[in-house]
């Protein structure tokens, strides 16, 4: 009896402590300013590297524009760029995570 009565304390015991870590801080994201109602471009390096790149004379047809960049601190240094991206219109979902060593640069195009 007193192991079953035990085990439910555990039981009970590990659920608050996921829970409890389940409900830290939101995280709290940053549109960059007038990345809704303009055409940007991104470009993301470790050094001298492109690591990441959205301009309009990319190679890539999908990734020629970007809009409705937000950014997401995501912890030790790491960043979320969640954002719109295409042709000539951005119209596909895409969210980048950086490196702790990456640095990235939004710009109007």
Same mark, same amino acid.
């Given at each position: 009896?007193?192991?079953? $009565?035990?085990?439910?304390?555990?039981? /009970? *015991?590990?659920?608050?402590?996921?829970?409890? @870590?389940?409900? +830290?801080?939101?995280?709290? @994201? &940053?549109?960059?300013? !007038? @990345?809704?109602? =303009?055409?940007?471009?991104?470009?993301?390096?470790?050094?001298?590297?492109?690591? !990441? /790149?959205? =301009?309009?004379?990319? !190679?890539?047809?999908?990734?020629?524009?970007?809009?409705? $960049? #937000? /950014?997401?601190?995501? @912890?030790?240094?790491?960043?979320?760029?969640?954002?719109?991206?295409?042709?000539?219109? +951005?119209?596909?979902?895409? *969210? !980048? &995570?950086?490196?702790?060593?990456?640095?990235?640069? #939004?710009?109007?195009?």
């Amino acid at each position: 009896m007193i192991f079953h $009565i035990l085990n439910r304390f555990t039981s /009970l *015991t590990m659920l608050l402590c996921i829970c409890g @870590s389940a409900m +830290a801080d939101p995280l709290t @994201s &940053l549109l960059v300013p !007038y @990345s809704a109602q =303009r055409d940007f471009g991104l470009v993301c390096k470790i050094g001298d590297k492109t690591t !990441y /790149l959205i =301009r309009k004379d990319s !190679y890539d047809n999908n990734d020629r524009v970007a809009r409705n $960049i #937000s /950014l997401t601190d995501i @912890s030790a240094g790491r960043v979320a760029i969640s954002f719109l991206h295409g042709f000539t219109t +951005a119209d596909k979902a895409a *969210t !980048y &995570l950086t490196a702790t060593n990456e640095s990235c640069t #939004s710009f109007e195009q």
